[in-house]
C-alpha cells in the first residue's frame, strides 16, 4: 500500500500563530513517531505513540508542542505561538509493532518557515 | 547517557570506489539495535541496514556492509563500488528494547562522477 503521507509538505508561518502538521502512518502500523530535523542536523526525537499505550512525550521541547493519535491512525502535531526556532523538517515515521529491530518507514517531512 | 557520534560531518569519493562511514554509540543496555539510514536530497529517509547487537555476524545487504564492533561500541558502514544515486545524508541509528532512539547527527556524502 501507500508509504506514509504527511500533510502540508511545506508551511510557513508567522511568529506567534499556531500550526498543525498532519501524518498519515502505513495502515496497520502501530508504532507512530515524530522527529524535528534542524538544518543540518540529525534527527531529534519528539513523540512517539504506541498502540493504546500512553505516549513517550519526552521529547517534546516545551509545552507549546503537542500532538495526538485519533483511532490509532492519523496523528497530528501542533506548535502553539510558532518561534522562529520551530523553524525546522517535521518527519512523521510508523513501524509495525514496537519491536526495536523494526524497520522505521518515514514520511517526506513538513518543512515549517517561521517568518 | 546514550549517544551516538558520527565522527565525519562530510565525505567525497569518486564514482565505484569504496567508502567507509564511521559511528561510535554508547548504551548500558546490552541488547540493542543498531540501524544505517540514508537521507538523499529528495528529504526522504530510508533503511539501509540494521544489526541486533547479540549477533556476531556483520550484516550485508548487496553493496552495503557493516562492521560492527560490540567490544568498541562502533559500527560503521561500508558502501563498495559507490554510485552517484548513495549521495545523501547516512545515519548512524542506535535504538534500545525500551524504544529509546537515537540519531547520530549524519555524515553527508557526496559521490563524485
Known amino acids: 500500500g501507500a508509504g506514509v503521507s504527511q500533510s502540508p509538505s511545506n508551511k510557513v508561518t508567522e511568529k506567534g500563530k499556531d500550526v498543525e502538521l498532519r501524518c498519515d502512518p502505513i495502515s496497520g502500523h502501530t508504532a507512530l513517531y515524530w522527529y524535528r530535523q534542524s538544518l543540518g542536523q540529525g534527527l531529534e526525537f519528539l513523540i512517539y505513540f504506541q498502540g493504546n499505550s500512553a505516549p513517550d512525550k519526552s521529547g517534546l521541547p516545551s509545552d507549546r508542542f503537542s500532538a495526538e493519535r485519533t483511532g490509532g491512525s492519523v496523528s497530528t502535531l501542533t506548535i502553539q505561538r510558532t518561534q522562529q526556532e520551530d523553524s525546522a523538517v517535521y518527519l512523521c515515521?510508523?513501524?509495525?509493532?514496537?519491536?526495536?529491530?523494526?524497520?522505521?518507514?518515514f514520511g517526506p517531512g513538513t518543512r515549517l518557515t517561521v517568518l | 547517557a546514550q549517544t551516538v557520534t558520527q565522527s565525519q560531518p562530510e565525505m567525497s569519493v569518486q564514482e565505484a570506489e569504496t567508502v567507509t562511514l564511521s559511528c561510535t554509540y554508547d548504551?548500558?543496555?546490552?541488547?540493542?539495535?543498531l540501524f544505517w539510514y540514508k537521507q538523499p536530497p529528495s528529504r526522504q529517509m530510508i533503511l539501509v541496514i540494521r544489526?541486533?547487537?547479540?549477533?556476531?555476524q556483520n550484516a550485508t545487504e548487496n553493496r552495503f556492509s557493516v562492521n560492527f564492533q560490540k567490544a568498541a561500541k562502533s559500527f560503521s558502514l561500508k558502501i563498495s563500488d559507490s554510485q552517484l544515486g548513495d549521495t545523501a545524508m547516512y545515519f548512524c541509528?542506535?535504538?534500545?528494547?525500551?524504544?529509546?532512539?537515537?540519531f547520530g547527527k549524519g555524515t553527508r556524502l557526496h559521490i563524485l562522477p
Open positions: 541509528v542506535l535504538r534500545n528494547r525500551d524504544d529509546k532512539i537515537i
Open positions: 548504551t548500558s543496555e546490552s541488547n540493542y539495535y
Open positions: 515515521a510508523s513501524s509495525r509493532d514496537s519491536p526495536p529491530s523494526n524497520e522505521q518507514f
Open positions: 544489526q541486533e547487537a547479540y549477533k556476531q
